[in-house]
């Protein structure tokens, strides 16, 4: 079968189109036939090898693991022993945040995938998993959200934040999202109650006060989830050092603020899978690339200016 494959550190240059083996069902598993892919921000931290810490769990020197990806959606094409949530020609999607899903067929656990809702495509269930999850876990999970609450969502153009938006209008909150000027008629499209312009208001001088603070940015300090928030969660970072000043400064603090990585679950992923049926959580693909031109897709989104979600194609 192809695969996307790297054998050392690197940006998408170092990514080839190969012929690999086709991987054999594992118990517990499923062994699916990929459809879609879509890009994240991890697939590029992973293809980098950093931070540096990360390869600690994927390899010091070179990649443990050849076939990078996590997000997919795709058809099961055989069941290991164990399986008991999914049976052959399910539609389904979900990650592999090991890598492995930027194949025609990949091997996942049961307990990573979902159900894909009829009438759903493989392009927009394949940009679910990592994004989605996140968004959904940094709200729900993390953020303990209630309904009529207030969430100040900064980075919310982008494939997590443009999830959380509507995540969080779907669950009652009363949105104000931060993004770039050209993105404020998007975000207010897909249901944001007022867009601030970080090019036009400096947000650390921002003096609204809200029940929830969700960074997916990055670039908020310590100092701007106390002065926003009752609470707080931080998604992203642009920079260790910024990332580690903010987590250093809550450990001094009683200010409940969190700093997570999603993890894929059945019962996440059939949530998401709800809300895109019930019309109201829709990813908003900005390209579609061949998976040929996977590595043109993640230097794509390593620029950092994605509306919404970036998807990749098999052939079929």
Partial sequence: MKAITKQ?????EVLQLSEVAKPTVKENHVLIKVIANSANPADWHILRGKPYFARLTFGLINPKHNVLGADFAGIVEEVGEGVSKFKVGDRVFGEMLDGGAFAEYACAPENVCGLMPEGATYSEMACMPIAGLTALQALLTHGKLKEGESVFINGSSGGVGHFAVQIAKAYGAHVTAVCSSRNVDFVKSIGADSV??????????HNGTYDLVIDTNGNLTFSDYKRLGKRGVMVGFTTMKQMMSVIIRSGFSKFPLTQFTAEANNEDLNMLADLVKEGKLKPHIEKTYPAAKIPEAIGYIESMRTRGKVAMLWKN
């Fill in 8 to 12: 050392k550190y690197g940006g998408p």
């Fill in 196 to 205: 601030l312009a970080y090019n036009k208001e400096n947000i650390h001088q």
